[in-house]
């Protein structure tokens, strides 16, 4: 039995069932709140995020692992509520995203390691929420800082045992990058995903990047850019093909509430993309394509439960 942390507590893997494993709660900037919290209706938020999440648990799935990364607004007492009122079982993220981290640049790497390790082994400030995986990003480019991002999220990781799930852009081929980095400090690559993927139309670099040993996370289906759902689907079926299940992971890259696009531009994007798309249509269009339920079993269920059982630090 291995028992993780989720937003409302210990979680036993083997109840994680249908999951979803890049998702988010709340995606927002910080300093608009801080500055104007006119703008923040925290409980007209909540109210859309339990309505969100209540349908998504409607559809089958019991298990979403948020990704919001510290610089994004991550919010774990928001994550808790939001958990216990609809009934999603979902696990909290530490990282950071690919923007330059203003308050690490003139600190040692260390800070950054030692933050992640406490907010996975103590929780995250003084909210008792444990986070259970370590988010980060690379676009468009590694850069210098970006690197010690990644090199500092590797070795929270090893101390913890706790995944990577990153994102990636993989037009410049980032998710190579990372592997460089995270192979460079020691990971096992067989416990680190490679998130966005599926934005990629080239399956010989995806190929690679599971040949290198790690997840594919074939993780925006539904976002209309930069490809189409049927692109994305045939895309996951061909990996498929070449005996890849195993190493594919499937979700949305979704969120509740995200305050980058103006309201009439969300409506027009989150048509599909949403946390119901992948068990009421994408699972359909995979089996007309042919993949049999065992494999669609193994992406959405087996693999994410797998990722979190290999939790012991080294
Ligand atoms: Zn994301």
Redesign the pocket.
Known sequence: MTIIQSATGPLDTADMGFTLM???VM?LWPPMYQQYPELFDRPGLMANAITKLKAAVAAGVKTMVD??PIDLGRDPGFIQEAAQKSGMQIIVPTGLYYARPFYFLGRPDSAMTDLFIKDITEGISTTGVRANVI?C?TEPEMDAINERVLRASARAHRATGVPICT?THPATRTGLDQQRVFKDEGCDLGRIVI??SDDSSDINYLDEIIQNGSFCGM??IGLPQPRTDEQRVDMVTALVERGYANRITLSH?A?CHLDMLAPELLDQWTDKWNFTHIPLDIVPMLKERGVSDANIHQMTVLNPRRIFEMNQPY
């Open positions: 890049h998702e988010h995606v990704l919001t988010k990003a994102h998130g966005h993780d925006r890259d969120s």
